[in-house]
């Protein structure tokens, strides 16, 4: 029977117990049941009728129906193999048209071989992996242009966070490469089922320009994760293994123009990129 519009509570419950889907902490499964904050989400991140869009978790399909509304097809990425079979039965059943949806039923933490290049992201992101999976598909899917994805609060505000700020480490750092990332908003426990334990957000990401080549960007990422390893730690000790030793890594720091008694908490991108060039300028020399 088709039932057109969006999936409701009541509907999710009955596929769920149908296909013997019993929501797991494991895979971050907590599913959206309010079709207003589906269809929220997908004009947040202003999805276009010429947009391919990628999913990761639709999960029962929530998110991927207020998708399949608006975009011209949609790319979805499950790794339970229950919801993955059962999604194209559901967009069928409220009357979409499933030649527009593809699911790849894989772990989206490795590398997947897309059908096409997605041009927007989004997706209630698995709590467990929201960070390696976003930072993952920034770094390998450069199709993608924007997104907005829902994670956890905690979560949201370190991937949004300024230098400076108690939130800001080697998320927001590493996510600064590739994109201008900013809070959109928070939403309630009460329209997920089952009802998390833990509030979340949405973030929009707007891809821009990176400030480097790849090779580059791996050097400063090592010295993203080393500044912030330790974080009370200042930058001459927290960088003395990757330069060879504290007053080779003071060295590097001050021929960066930075002052090496400085924390990689008040590092903006562009410092620890300056930083990246100093010291392969050592390395070379
Ligand atoms: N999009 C759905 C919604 O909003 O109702 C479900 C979101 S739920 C938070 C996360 C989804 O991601 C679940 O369907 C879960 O099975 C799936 N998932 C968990 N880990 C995954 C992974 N590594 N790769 C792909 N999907 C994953």
Known sequence: MTTP???G???IREIAARIGVNPTKKLGQNFVVDANTCRRI???ADVQPTDIALEIGPGLGSLTLALLESAREVIAIEIDTRLAEELPITAANHGFDISKL???NQDAMHEIELPQPPTVLVANLPYNVSVPVLLGLLEKVPSLRSGVVMVQSEVA???AAK???KNYGSPSAKAAWWADVELAGSVARSIFWPIPNVDSSLVRFTRHQPPA???TRQLTFSIIDASFAQRRKMLRGALSEICGGNSEASDVVTSAGIDPTARGEELLLSDFLAIAHALRNRLTA
Do not use: C, N, Q
């Open 9 to 11: 509570a009541v509907e």
């Open 5 to 7: 519009g969006l999936l």
């Open 102 to 104: 593809t699911i790849i």
């Open 213 to 215: 080549d790849e090779a």
């Open 42 to 44: 997908v004009k947040s």
């Open 157 to 159: 505000e370190r991937l």
């Open 163 to 165: 230098p400076g700020t």
